[in-house]
């Protein structure tokens, strides 16, 4: 049975030398009621040497980010291995094959998107998004990237702002963490 809880927008954005992830704060129950307003879905984890953004069914979401943070622990902190890894058990485990959910994870070198059919992608032009309003933040990111000086902090806020314009299930209640 699908989680009845979702809705959020995430955006990481790689510019000079930093890495910065924003995510909103609303999780929407079913389709048409806002049941919080001010989630938390971008974390540091690992000694706060990374930081996670996750969208997806609430449970999937926290579930994908322990088994991630696990093969943090198990390659001292190898962002692209422990990545891998996830990716091999996600697809070999029948119960991992099932989570809805995907996230945005980065350190100080590296920015990945973990999707929910166990592949791992980089992002080819430094930006990428997901969830309900991925597709606006990561229109408005890369519209700022070529367009402005903006810092990675900056972009990745001021299109998670845009995308909160246009989509129903992203709010103004924005978190960014910078790596």
């Not at 959020?8 to 954005?13: A, K, L, Q």
């Not at 094959?97 to 996230?103: G, K, S, T, V």
């Not at 080819?124 to 991925?134: E, F, K, L």
Request: hydrophobic letters at 40%; a negative charge; glycine letters at 8%.
């Amino acid at each position: 049975m699908e989680s009845m809880f979702r809705g959020t927008t995430i955006c990481g954005v790689k510019r000079d030398g930093k890495i910065a992830i924003a995510g909103d704060g609303q999780v929407t129950l079913s389709e048409s009621v806002i049941f919080k307003s001010n989630a938390h879905k971008v974390k540091r984890i690992y000694n706060d040497e990374v930081v996670v953004g996750f969208a997806g069914s609430v449970s999937d979401a926290f579930s994908l980010c322990e088994r991630f943070e696990n093969m943090l622990n198990k390659f001292s902190g190898n962002l692209m291995r422990s990545a891998v890894e996830l990716a091999g058990t996600w697809r070999e485990d029948k119960a991992s094959r099932q989570l809805n959910a995907m996230m945005i994870v980065a350190n100080k070198e590296t920015l990945l998107i973990l999707s929910g059919t166990g592949e791992v992608i980089e992002p080819d032009d430094n930006v990428c998004a997901i969830g309900s309003g991925g597709n606006y933040a990561l229109a408005a990111a890369k519209a700022l990237m070529q367009n402005t000086t903006l810092s990675a902090k900056e972009i990745a806020e001021k299109a998670l702002q845009i995308a909160g314009q246009i989509c129903v299930y992203t709010n103004d209640h924005i978190t960014v963490e910078e790596v």
